[in-house]
């Protein structure tokens, strides 16, 4: 069985852990058997699968496969073309050696920290507040590859700082209309477009 979690803010990609809530904790205990697909981290919210299929897990997580991820992000700072086109094509992120795969980006909207409030944590809601006019871009991130904390370090190697991230698609599939904690179950044809994502390179 293979579900999608619309995983929360603050919510860990864990089996179990000490301090804070886990994704298995969103679930039924009927499914305490299913394993994350991958990981987000806890500042991390969206798109995150379960399943209790390991040979699926091993094909969505092969590197060689390239299966698309896209991030929705808010970030402190502006994006000039020299920096999109970083993005884009590639960018060294120390102390990994090769640069980054090339990537999709799209700027969906431009903002100050005041007219994002709403969208900021509440951890960082009273810190930020006090540079509430500093201006805020706001977009999506398609990634092939899963460094760790990616779109972050990618982000801060152009100038800009994530205050907000959300995995909006993986593969073939979105969240859709999930709200997060939220979780479906997935459909025969989905889980066969699943095994059907990426390609060799």
């Known amino acids: 069985m293979t579900v999608l979690l619309y995983k929360p803010l603050g919510c860990v990609t864990a089996r179990r852990d000490?301090?804070?809530?886990?994704?298995?904790?969103?679930?039924?205990?009927?499914?305490?058997?299913?394993?994350?697909?991958?990981?987000?981290?806890?500042?991390?919210?969206?798109?995150?699968?379960?399943?209790?299929?390991g040979a699926l897990t091993?094909?969505?997580?092969?590197?060689?496969?390239?299966?698309?991820?896209?991030?929705?992000?808010?970030?402190?700072?502006?994006?000039?073309?020299?920096?999109?086109?970083?993005?884009?094509?590639?960018?060294?992120?120390?102390?990994d050696p090769a640069p980054t795969r090339p990537a999709g980006l799209r700027i969906t909207g431009q903002s100050t920290?005041?007219?994002?409030?709403?969208?900021?944590?509440?951890?960082?809601?009273?810190?930020l507040m006090k540079n509430r006019d500093l201006p805020v871009t706001i977009g999506e991130l398609t990634l092939t590859e899963g460094r760790t904390h990616q779109v972050r370090?990618?982000?801060?190697?152009?100038?800009?700082?994530?205050?907000?991230?959300?995995?909006?698609?993986?593969?073939?599939?979105?969240?859709g209309g999930l709200q997060p904690g939220q979780w479906r179950a997935l459909t025969p044809e989905e889980e066969q477009a699943l095994w059907n994502a990426g390609r060799e390179q």
């Open 153 to 175: 370090r990618m982000l801060r190697a152009v100038g800009c700082a994530v205050i907000r991230l959300r995995r909006v698609a993986l593969g073939p599939l979105d969240l």
């Open 58 to 95: 091993a094909r969505l997580t092969r590197p060689e496969r390239h299966v698309t991820k896209t991030y929705a992000f808010w970030a402190l700072g502006t994006l000039d073309e020299p920096a999109q086109q970083r993005l884009r094509t590639g960018l060294l992120l120390p102390p």
């Open 113 to 127: 920290l005041y007219q994002s409030a709403g969208v900021i944590p509440p951890d960082y809601r009273q810190k």
């Open 18 to 53: 000490d301090r804070h809530r886990t994704v298995l904790d969103c679930l039924p205990p009927q499914l305490a058997g299913l394993h994350p697909v991958g990981r987000l981290d806890r500042n991390t919210e969206g798109l995150l699968l379960l399943t209790d299929d």
